[in-house]
């Protein structure tokens, strides 16, 4: 027998509650309204800077692209009233979204090009002309 079967024998069931909460391999998960990350990938290459956002069930015009100085906001405000009479199961709930990213000078913000299709907003921002790489000749 084991110093932890030893230790458990004598441990009430709310001490085991207790550290459970705070396992994370746990089943036991903590009540509480806290925020999942919003599922997006972010990637660069050569070309510039790639977003893709995970948009299911949302139209262009539910979703707000800005920019407001080097930041891009991306945002989705989901309606008060957003469900219809009759509802038994909302499992595929549209959740609002604000996601902001500071985006570095060598990126041209003033040609962002972004299309909505299939539920991924795909977002590119290009290298601005003056990150781009150069060939030099010599002399």
Same mark, same amino acid.
């Given at each position: 027998m084991s110093t932890l079967d030893i230790?458990?024998?004598?441990?009430?069931?709310?001490?085991?509650?207790?550290r459970n909460h705070f396992k994370s391999d746990s089943t036991f998960q903590p009540v509480g309204n806290f925020k999942l990350p919003h599922p997006l990938n972010i990637f660069f290459d050569d070309d510039g800077l790639h977003f893709e956002v995970a948009c299911t069930g949302l139209t262009k015009e539910d979703v707000v692209l800005d920019i407001q100085g080097d930041t891009l906001k991306i945002s989705y405000v989901k309606p008060e009233d957003d469900f219809p009479d009759g509802m038994i199961h909302n499992g595929l709930s549209k959740k609002s979204f604000d996601l902001r990213y500071k985006i570095a000078p060598k990126f041209d913000l003033g040609n962002v090009?972004?299309?909505?299709?299939?539920? +991924?907003? %795909?977002?590119?921002? #290009? +290298?601005? %002309?003056?990150?781009? #790489?150069?060939s030099i000749k010599i002399k």
């Open positions: 230790f458990e024998r004598h441990i009430s069931p709310f001490d085991i509650l207790f090009d972004a299309t909505l299709a299939n539920g +991924l907003l %795909e977002i590119f921002i #290009p +290298l601005a %002309e003056e990150a781009k #790489p150069k």
